[in-house]
C-alpha cells in the first residue's frame, strides 16, 4: 500500500527493525503515511473525539483510537457521482421513471427493462451492480 500523501509504496523493515511507516485515518480511511510525509501529514489526520489522539485505525468498518481506546462507528460514505449518473440514465432509458413507479399489473408505462437497455459498463462508471446484472446476463445466455 502506497503512502496517501506521495504515493511512495512501503518496503519491508530491516530484520529486527520495526517499520518507520505510520498509519492513520483521513476521511473515515485508513491509510499509511511515509516517513517523509509524517511532519506534514499530521493536520490532515482525524483525530479521537475522547484524547485528540491521531493514533487510529479503521476495521470493519470502525475506527478505533489505540490510544484510549475509544470505539465509534465510521461515518458512511456519501454515494458516488459516477452510481448517481447511472441511476439517472437508467430512469431516462426507462422513459423517466423508475420501473417500480408503474402500479403493479398497468399495461401502460414504460416497458420493463432488458439486458439491451441497461447502460454500457462505460457509461455505468463500472458500478457494482451494473457488473453483477451484466454476469447474471451471461449465466442466463442473455448475452
Known sequence: MPCYRCGTLQADPEAGKSSPWRRGVVREHQVLICPACQPSALADLTRCSRCGSAHLIRRLDQVECLDCRLIRDAEPEPPAAGSLAAESLAAESLGGEAPSAAPSGSTSGPAPATATDRPSPA???GD????????????????
Open 123 to 125: 457509461s455505468s462508471g
Open 128 to 143: 457494482l451492480a451494473g457488473e453483477v446484472a451484466r454476469a447474471l446476463d451471461r449465466l442466463r445466455g442473455n448475452r
